[in-house]
């Protein structure tokens, strides 16, 4: 089975494109697929944070995970700071990437624009997840476009570090993600649905109640028409309310468009769908959430299992690229 590898990083909150995008994926291939999932909170230390939160965030992420359906009898499933290999290779590998490799990074221009302090890390961290993909011989990384130069760069790391010091990294490749994966926000429909979205009023959160989500799908934006058609470009908002409904039924947006003559039946059906697919993560991460010493129990187990694997890995560079054993 081909070995796919997919990160958390803790910040915002999670909401139902990262569901639709990435958990649910997870869910229904982890039986058919070597499948990794880790929550990357090193990741999380690239910009400004606050200690406490991103540890309560590492818990929160890894019990909704459970919660949603991860099978850690099934996958590997940890958290990346408590499988320290993952550094242990980040330096071999910055050892093998050139400076302006990393500094073109378009997540690095976009991000460090907007900070006084520039954090090392976030030119690095880039590297970093290189050796997330590449510690476990990942196959297949399923990202968005927003991501897919990172896996470029793990690509061509491999290759440079393969053809100087010998084979050792399986190359890994980009896959795409659901298209439904891309959720817009409901109060800005020309945006996508973030975690770290200033407003929480256009986000479908995970662990919003049920009623808290059903209000905000039938606030959301439409458009000045009443005609209820399957048109991104033209009327963003309907078309974002037809690709959620979509995304939580299984079917597809401009057929369902045509079961409706009004906003208003629109924007119930979909409330509905939305709170039928995610109250029942939001109940069991209530459960898990109440005994947090199971999650923690799930958590070593996985980095166990992760230490096994990414030690040999990490032996197996140190002596490539010239390291004498200890």
Same mark, same amino acid.
């Given at each position: 089975?081909?070995?796919?590898?997919?990160?958390?990083?803790?910040?915002?909150?999670?909401?139902?494109?990262?569901?639709?995008?990435?958990?649910?994926?997870?869910?229904?291939?982890? *039986?058919?697929?070597?499948?990794?999932?880790? @929550?990357?909170?090193?990741?999380?230390?690239?910009? #400004?944070?606050?200690?406490?939160?991103?540890?309560?965030?590492?818990?929160?992420?890894? !019990?909704?995970?459970?919660?949603? %359906?991860?099978?850690?009898?099934?996958?590997?499933?940890?958290?990346?700071?408590?499988?320290?290999?993952? !550094?242990?290779?980040?330096?071999?590998?910055?050892?093998? !990437? %050139?400076? %302006?490799?990393?500094?073109?990074?378009?997540?690095?221009?976009?991000?460090?624009?907007?900070?006084?302090?520039?954090?090392?890390?976030?030119?690095?961290?880039?590297?970093?997840?290189?050796?997330? @993909?590449?510690?476990?011989?990942?196959?297949?990384? /399923?990202?968005?476009?927003?991501?897919?130069?990172?896996?470029? $760069?793990?690509?061509?790391?491999?290759?440079?570090?393969?053809?100087?010091?010998?084979?050792?990294?399986?190359? /890994?490749?980009a896959v795409n993600p659901p298209? +439904?994966?891309?959720?817009?926000? =409901?109060?800005?429909?020309? #945006?996508?649905?973030?975690?770290? +979205?200033?407003s929480a009023a256009g986000t479908?959160? $995970?662990?919003?109640?049920?009623?808290?989500?059903?209000?905000?799908?039938?606030?959301?934006?439409?458009?000045?028409?009443?005609?209820?058609?399957?048109?991104?470009?033209?009327?963003?908002?309907?078309?974002?309310?037809?690709?959620?409904?979509?995304?939580?039924?299984?079917?597809?947006?401009?057929?369902?468009?045509?079961?409706?003559?009004? &906003?208003?039946?629109?924007?119930?059906?979909?409330?509905?769908?939305?709170? +039928? !697919? =995610?109250?029942? @993560?939001? *109940?069991? &991460?209530?459960?898990?959430?109440?005994?947090?010493?199971?999650?923690?129990?799930?958590?070593?187990?996985?980095? #166990?299992?992760?230490?096994?694997?990414?030690?040999?890995?990490?032996?197996? +560079?140190?002596?490539? @690229?010239?390291?004498?054993?200890?």
């Amino acid at each position: 089975m081909p070995r796919r590898l997919t990160g958390f990083t803790p910040s915002g909150d999670l909401h139902l494109g990262n569901y639709i995008g990435a958990i649910a994926p997870i869910i229904s291939q982890q *039986a058919t697929t070597d499948t990794v999932v880790f @929550i990357s909170d090193l990741h999380a230390l690239t910009l #400004d944070h606050v200690p406490a939160e991103v540890r309560r965030r590492t818990l929160e992420f890894a !019990t909704v995970l459970l919660a949603a %359906g991860a099978d850690p009898q099934v996958c590997l499933f940890l958290v990346q700071s408590h499988v320290p290999e993952h !550094t242990e290779l980040h330096y071999l590998l910055e050892c093998a !990437t %050139g400076y %302006g490799e990393a500094h073109r990074m378009i997540q690095f221009k976009e991000k460090a624009d907007r900070q006084q302090h520039v954090r090392m890390s976030l030119l690095t961290y880039p590297i970093l997840m290189a050796a997330d @993909i590449l510690l476990y011989d990942t196959d297949e990384v /399923p990202v968005g476009e927003d991501q897919r130069q990172h896996v470029e $760069l793990a690509r061509d790391v491999a290759q440079r570090f393969n053809a100087n010091y010998g084979p050792t990294f399986t190359v /890994p490749r980009a896959v795409n993600p659901p298209i +439904a994966a891309r959720i817009m926000d =409901l109060t800005s429909p020309t #945006d996508k649905m973030s975690k770290s +979205a200033a407003s929480a009023a256009g986000t479908l959160r $995970l662990l919003d109640e049920p009623q808290v989500l059903r209000r905000k799908v039938m606030r959301a934006v439409t458009d000045g028409d009443n005609e209820v058609a399957f048109d991104p470009a033209r009327k963003p908002g309907v078309s974002n309310l037809l690709s959620i409904l979509a995304a939580c039924t299984g079917g597809e947006p401009a057929r369902l468009a045509g079961r409706f003559d009004r &906003y208003g039946e629109l924007k119930s059906a979909t409330a509905d769908a939305v709170v +039928a !697919t =995610l109250t029942p @993560i939001r *109940a069991r &991460y209530l459960e898990l959430a109440a005994d947090l010493q199971h999650v923690r129990t799930v958590l070593r187990a996985g980095a #166990d299992r992760a230490h096994e694997l990414a030690g040999k890995k990490v032996e197996q +560079a140190k002596a490539a @690229i010239g390291l004498l054993p200890s």
